[in-house]
């Protein structure tokens, strides 16, 4: 079982920055494809972004390419987001997810998901 544990959400103007960070439990981080969705309220649950298991790759949703950015550490078991340049539209509860299994960015099975963090961006 993987617990996975998101902080650093809050309150930011237009403009400013947030940094999300995962905690997550369990020996086998580094294998895990780490991804961030995030909901809005009134509207489905989307992907923003996902890493490989070595950090090497990435992948974004156009929304968030150049404003975002997804990190990982494999010895704190953790992954960040560093958003960049927030709009009101980014305002979503934001979740940390895991896949366990194959090294695709692409994989729509996530295994595991926090509890989520609130992202609100004022005008």
């Known amino acids: 079982q993987v617990q996975l544990v998101e902080s650093g959400g809050g309150l930011v103007q237009a403009g400013g920055s947030l940094r999300l960070s995962c905690a997550a439990s369990?020996?086998?981080?580094?294998?895990?494809?780490m991804a961030w969705f995030r909901q809005a309220p009134g509207k489905e649950r989307e992907f923003v972004t996902a890493?490989?298991?070595?950090?090497?790759?990435?992948r974004y949703a156009d929304s968030v390419k150049g404003r975002f950015t997804i990190s990982r550490d494999n010895a704190e078991n953790t992954v960040y987001l560093q958003m960049n340049s927030l709009k009101p539209e980014d305002t979503a509860v934001y979740y940390c997810?895991?896949?366990?299994?194959?090294?695709?960015?692409?994989?729509?099975?996530?295994?595991?998901w926090g509890q989520g963090t609130q992202v609100t961006v004022s005008s």
């Open positions: 890493i490989s298991w070595s950090g090497r790759n990435t």
């Open positions: 369990g020996r086998a981080f580094s294998n895990y494809v």
């Open positions: 997810a895991a896949h366990v299994g194959a090294n695709s960015l692409y994989t729509s099975g996530y295994n595991y």
